[in-house]
């Protein structure tokens, strides 16, 4: 049982005396008291810490964006740098066997153009 159930526990067996009239040990209802109210402190502390930390980490989010912040993981980075082999290969093979044809030429732009933002070296 941990530290918090065990006194939780405590307390309500001294309310339930308190509630009923008979008489308890006034010294170890307060010390009860005392160390309740003292782990409600740390406890309090405790969340203001990690609200506090999560505020931080939102704001740093927000501040570099999320794709930044996933761009900047090594395995996806990695990811990233095998797709754009792939579609490099992929716009070789098209072009260098005649898949592209003259009357193409606003779609292989639009594609051109599209594989150019995502960093596709062609």
Not at 18 to 44: H, P, V, Y
Not at 66 to 88: P, Q
Request: charge should be negative; hydrophobic fraction near 40%; proline fraction near 2%.
């Amino acid at each position: 049982m941990s530290m918090l159930s065990a006194q939780c526990d405590e307390l309500r067996e001294r309310a339930k005396v308190l509630r009923q009239g008979r008489w308890s040990d006034g010294a170890d209802d307060a010390r009860l008291m005392e160390d309740a109210a003292d782990t409600i402190w740390e406890l309090r502390g405790m969340v203001h810490k990690e609200r506090a930390e999560a505020d931080r980490l939102r704001d740093e989010l927000e501040a570099v964006g999320t794709a930044a912040y996933l761009y900047g993981r090594d395995d996806l980075k990695a990811d990233n740098a095998k797709l754009r082999e792939l579609v490099a290969s992929v716009w070789r093979l098209f072009t260098e066997h005649g898949a592209v044809h003259p009357s193409d030429l606003p779609e292989v732009d639009a594609v051109r153009n599209d594989m150019r933002e995502l960093g596709v070296e062609i």
